[in-house]
């Protein structure tokens, strides 16, 4: 197998296992495996070949409701990449909402689980969003978040549903950290961000019967540099 040399500051191959030392030489090529036998025993062969577009291209999209932790409808997103990629967006849904917050699309059917099915944010995704994404590369997040904001066209996400918009673009992010075998964080943040850790001391607000008007009370380690 023809393998390229690996550049300075780039592979490495210690013990058959390709060794990434930054992130954006990982994100233009890909690292395929193949096993090939030789006296009964599986030796893996490391192929590098350089990342062609289309394989982070979104091919197909499809949605569906399920439940959340307490029951309620939501929505849940899955995205498949040209290269087999595959990732998954189920969007959370929240007790108490937020005059400025962006609009959460349910179907206000009363009939049908109390007015919170979401077959209206489903139809919005296969209908309105899946062929306007189709052949958007997936690995470009903040061109994809950027056209699904266009698409919808207003402030507060009423036209397709935030959690139509939400669960696209997660499973957008998921199915590119799949396609590369890395972790969210990794794929996400360059392999050395994490987010910041925020710690609930009181809940108040719609969680606690409005004993405060506050929701959450929050301890933030703002002069930590490490983990």
């Not at 500051?9 to 395929?32: A, N, T, V, Y």
């Not at 090939?36 to 394989?55: C, D, G, M, N, Y």
């Not at 189920?90 to 349910?106: D, I, K, M, N």
Request: aromatic fraction near 8%.
């Amino acid at each position: 197998f023809d393998v390229p040399a690996p550049r300075p500051g780039g592979w490495e191959i210690s013990g058959g296992i390709p060794q990434r030392r930054h992130q954006e030489e990982f994100s233009s090529r890909f690292c395929e495996s193949i096993f090939t036998k030789s006296h009964q025993r599986a030796f893996p062969v490391f192929i590098f070949v350089e990342r062609l577009a289309p394989f982070m291209k979104i091919q197909s999209l499809t949605a569906l409701q399920i439940f959340d932790s307490r029951g309620q409808p939501t929505v849940e997103v899955e995205i498949t990449l040209a290269g087999g990629g595959r990732g998954r967006g189920l969007v959370p849904s929240g007790a108490s909402t937020g005059q400025f917050e962006a609009l959460e699309l349910r179907d206000g059917d009363v009939g049908r689980f109390r007015g919170k099915s979401v077959f209206r944010a489903i139809e919005n995704i296969e209908k309105r969003i899946a062929p306007a994404v189709s052949g958007h590369d997936a690995e470009d997040q903040r061109s994809l978040d950027e056209a699904l904001v266009a698409l919808d066209g207003t402030a507060d996400k009423s036209r397709l549903g935030a959690n139509a918009i939400l669960g696209v673009s997660m499973a957008a992010a998921v199915a590119v950290a799949n396609a590369k075998q890395l972790s969210l964080y990794e794929s996400l943040g360059d392999g050395v961000t994490l987010p910041f850790p925020e710690i609930q001391i009181l809940g108040g607000g719609a969680h606690a019967g409005w004993r405060t008007d506050v929701q959450d009370f929050l301890l933030m380690a703002t002069g930590a540099t490490t983990y």
